[in-house]
């Protein structure tokens, strides 16, 4: 029996899940009531937005509130799409546990709860713990947002694939003819003979300006040592 389409998705997203997030338990189910989606859920593990990322294309678009209507921004030919893709990350009690005991020795508080939740953060003791747990990786950290063992290799992996999804293939070398360095090698010449006489003509015209900003320069001299009337018109005759 063939699957439907949500079902063909679910299968995809969760052989990605799989490969993305290894050790990690993924609940994927597919849904073709009221609407196609699938829905994702997994206890700590990855952040959603990175479950997201890859869950994202499998969706068709999305839902526009200003209009009141489904908005199909993302079709794709290639893949089996939904209308949309739900991410359900739920903490265990074991995480919750340690990220309280985490907050209070970080910020000195003896106990946490509704009077140093407000005093410190501002917000509920449940919010307060909910945003650590939403801004930590638990499958490459531990409770307290640290590389946990063997994190590295993982992370250097995922970065890796990360970086080839992006590389740009290196162009072939290009083999040079014998014709094309003959060329390369006359337009070398060409350009170092053309650079030498402009050397040669700027040395020339430089010598030249020197020469006359001698010359003005005795002229402002005498000028200076001038006594009588006859030596001034002299002067103003030359300079002139």
Same mark, same amino acid.
């Given at each position: 029996?063939?699957? $439907?389409t949500?079902?063909a998705a679910? $299968?995809l997203?969760?052989?990605?899940?799989?490969?993305?997030?290894?050790?990690?338990?993924?609940?994927?189910? #597919?849904?073709?009531?009221?609407? $196609? $989606?699938?829905?994702? #859920?997994?206890?700590d593990?990855?952040v959603?937005?990175?479950v997201?990322?890859?869950?994202?294309?499998y969706?068709?678009?999305h839902f526009?509130?200003?209009?009141?209507?489904?908005?199909y #921004?993302?079709?794709?030919?290639?893949i089996?799409?939904?209308k949309?893709?739900?991410?359900?990350?739920?903490?265990?009690k074991?995480i919750?546990?340690?990220?309280?005991?985490?907050?209070?020795?970080?910020?000195?508080?003896?106990?946490?709860?509704?009077?140093?939740?407000?005093e410190?953060?501002?917000?509920?003791?449940?919010?307060?713990?909910?945003?650590?747990?939403?801004?930590?990786?638990? #499958?490459?950290?531990?409770?307290?947002?640290?590389?946990?063992?063997a994190?590295?290799?993982?992370?250097?992996?995922?970065?890796?694939?990360?970086?080839?999804?992006?590389?740009?293939?290196?162009?072939?070398?290009?083999?040079?003819?014998p014709?094309?360095?003959?060329?390369?090698?006359?337009?070398?010449e060409?350009?170092?003979?053309?650079?030498?006489?402009?050397?040669?003509?700027y040395q020339?015209?430089?010598?030249k300006?020197?020469?006359?900003?001698?010359?003005?320069?005795?002229?402002?001299?005498d000028?200076?040592r001038?006594?009588?009337?006859?030596?001034l018109?002299i002067?103003?005759?030359?300079?002139?």
């Amino acid at each position: 029996m063939e699957k $439907s389409t949500p079902a063909a998705a679910a $299968s995809l997203i969760r052989a990605e899940l799989k490969v993305a997030f290894p050790g990690i338990v993924f609940q994927v189910r #597919s849904d073709n009531k009221g609407g $196609s $989606s699938v829905r994702v #859920s997994w206890i700590d593990g990855p952040v959603t937005e990175a479950v997201a990322a890859i869950t994202g294309k499998y969706e068709m678009g999305h839902f526009d509130g200003m209009v009141d209507c489904y908005e199909y #921004s993302n079709r794709r030919s290639d893949i089996p799409q939904v209308k949309f893709c739900f991410e359900n990350r739920e903490m265990s009690k074991a995480i919750e546990v340690a990220i309280k005991e985490n907050i209070c020795q970080k910020f000195g508080i003896a106990e946490l709860n509704n009077k140093t939740a407000q005093e410190h953060f501002n917000a509920y003791p449940e919010q307060v713990i909910y945003r650590a747990f939403a801004e930590v990786d638990f #499958s490459v950290c531990n409770a307290a947002g640290f590389p946990c063992a063997a994190a590295g290799a993982l992370l250097a992996a995922r970065d890796e694939a990360e970086l080839a999804r992006y590389a740009t293939p290196a162009a072939p070398a290009a083999v040079e003819t014998p014709a094309e360095a003959a060329i390369a090698k006359a337009r070398a010449e060409r350009i170092e003979a053309e650079q030498a006489e402009e050397l040669k003509a700027y040395q020339a015209e430089t010598e030249k300006t020197e020469r006359a900003l001698d010359k003005m320069a005795k002229l402002f001299a005498d000028f200076g040592r001038a006594e009588t009337a006859a030596e001034l018109k002299i002067y103003q005759e030359l300079t002139y």
